[in-house]
């Protein structure tokens, strides 16, 4: 059976609803939301209602988790002053559009998702701020999947989708003994473990203006990034009318983060 993950809505309605209709026309019929439901997009309390109407199994993310907690959780990720005064605008701005019971529905939701030996976050297991970049240190993906007890990872947040691989993986623990001066270790040889980034939906930041999601087959472990085509045009336009940041409009409609270097090199976020 098939199984459709999605993540990183952030707002944008026209991208959700192409998303699932294409969900929809394939026949699938379990949905996985990896987070991330509002944030920089122009439609908030439109996009939270569709995922509750569609009573689709949603973790929390970090815009999530920051519109009920008030920025409490630090991701200090902003490359500039400017990037980091944009956030703030769009999140004071998502706040006071939020309708009360949207809010508790963001509260409300876990913080991973688990279906047998997949899980699912928006982050990492550890936080939803925490980045699971492609690149990272093999080892220390390696931990991340392992010690959460699964055998694939979902999770979103970079806006990048990727299928990762970890083979031949293996733990060494050394114990030195002061006494006698020698050392004693032990090796744990792991099956293959898979990391799998869904990208995002609301907020592509691949290099093409298209929402992504994944296909995960539960039979064969098979999986399939998929590109939907939207209105674009419809969410910048919505987002400028809205009074958000132009440059939210500008990147959606490349495909890709804008990121202007930092005036003060030493800016270091202050939350």
């Known amino acids: 059976m098939n199984h459709a993950i999605i ?17 929809d026309r394939q026949g699938i019929d ?8 509002v944030g920089y997009g122009p439609q908030p309390n439109e996009v939270v209602e569709l995922i509750r109407k569609r009573g689709i199994a949603t973790c929390q993310g970090c815009w999530d988790e920051d ?7 630090c991701e200090c990720s902003y490359p500039s002053q400017l990037a980091e005064r944009r956030g703030h605008l769009a999140h004071q701005w998502t706040d006071d559009q939020l309708t009360d019971e949207n809010k508790s529905f963001l509260a409300s939701l876990p913080t991973s998702l688990r279906r047998d030996r997949l899980l699912f976050v928006h982050g990492s297991p550890n936080s939803q701020h925490e ?6 240190d093999a080892f220390a993906a390696l931990e991340r999947v392992e010690t959460a007890g699964a055998d694939i990872l979902f999770c979103g947040h970079t806006h990048q989708p990727y299928v990762r691989e970890l083979r031949d993986g293996s733990i060494r623990v050394r114990l030195q003994n002061a006494d006698h ?37 539960d039979a064969t472990n098979e999986i399939e990034i998929k590109e939907v085509a939207y209105d674009v045009s419809r969410t910048c336009q919505a ?24 005036e003060d090199a030493s800016h270091v976020c202050e939350r």
């Open 7 to 23: 993540s990183c809505l952030h707002a944008n309605l026209p991208a959700a609803e192409a998303v699932l209709n294409d969900i």
């Open 30 to 37: 379990t949905i996985t939301c990896l987070g991330d439901l």
């Open 67 to 73: 519109i009920i907690d008030g920025l409490n959780a």
């Open 131 to 136: 980045y699971l970049l492609p690149d990272m």
């Open 181 to 217: 001066g020698n050392d004693q270790g032990e090796e744990l040889t792991l099956p293959m473990r898979k990391i799998v980034n869904a990208g995002s939906v609301g907020e592509p930041r691949h290099g093409s203006t298209n929402a992504t999601y994944v296909i995960h087959n």
């Open 239 to 262: 987002i400028v009318e809205a009074g958000l940041p132009k440059v939210f409009a500008w990147r959606l409609s490349h495909g890709f983060e804008f990121a202007e270097q930092a």
